[in-house]
């Protein structure tokens, strides 16, 4: 069974804080695929990143910047110097070769304060 | 220009009708699905077509009947609406079947059922 857990159901920050969004994954399988989706107010769904199993290294976009261990199941989302615009539900979500479907956890909703 | 797109975006209807939600995708994709989001921002997946063929049909209701007349198009049928099917129903899209494609989601549509 594949399973996706954000335990941070809300966080609030101060504008400039960093702020590390945590996801934990479960998956039989040895091939699998994390991703990130953004949710801003207007409530569209945003594709921010994907990586594969095999694909360990961290990656940085601008200020976002993403961790992924296999050790720990983890891909962890990381927003530095937070702005007001990232005000959003994000959600992880995991899908493997063997399944046709995405499996998407709770969703933390961050809130950015000026 | 839009690369999912949905028609309606609000959907106000009352117990007992029939309606349809309407899904285009101009990405040359082969596969699309229906997500339901509930009030708790959860996302699960409904059913997923590739290349006009059914090939994720979760546990969902009769009364939601997916139809696509080609390759670029998904509908969400539903009948007999009951006060439960209130949600924000999201269409998207992925290049090829099989897990670990980006899946792409339009707009969103949001139902209320009185």
């Known amino acids: 069974a594949q399973k996706v857990t954000q335990a941070q159901t809300e966080i609030s920050v101060v504008e400039k804080e960093d702020v590390t969004l945590d996801c934990v994954y479960e998956t039989r399988d040895t091939t699998y695929y994390l991703f990130w989706y953004k949710q801003p107010p207007s409530g569209e769904l945003v594709f921010l990143i994907r990586r594969n199993s095999f694909d360990e290294q961290n990656e940085i976009s601008g200020r976002y910047s993403w961790n992924f261990q296999k050790s720990t199941s983890s891909f962890n989302f990381t927003i530095t110097a937070s702005q007001v615009v990232d005000s959003a539900v994000y959600f992880c979500a995991l899908s493997s070769r063997a399944n046709n479907d995405m499996r998407f956890g709770a969703g933390t909703r961050l809130t950015v304060k000026p | ?114």
């Open chain 2, 1 to 114: 220009d839009t690369a999912v797109s949905q028609t309606p975006k609000y959907l106000v209807t009352q117990m007992g009708n029939d309606k349809s939600i309407k899904c285009e995708q101009n990405l040359g994709h082969d596969t699309m699905y229906w997500y339901k989001q509930d009030s708790k921002k959860f996302l699960k997946i409904m059913f997923s077509y590739n290349n006009k063929e059914l090939i994720i049909n979760e546990t969902v209701p009769n009364r939601f009947s997916p139809k696509s007349p080609d390759k670029a198009h998904l509908n969400l049928h539903i009948n007999s609406l009951e006060l439960g099917d209130s949600a924000v129903y999201f269409c998207a899209s992925s290049p090829l079947a099989g897990g670990g494609h980006t899946q792409y989601f339009g707009p969103g549509t949001r139902l209320t059922v009185l």
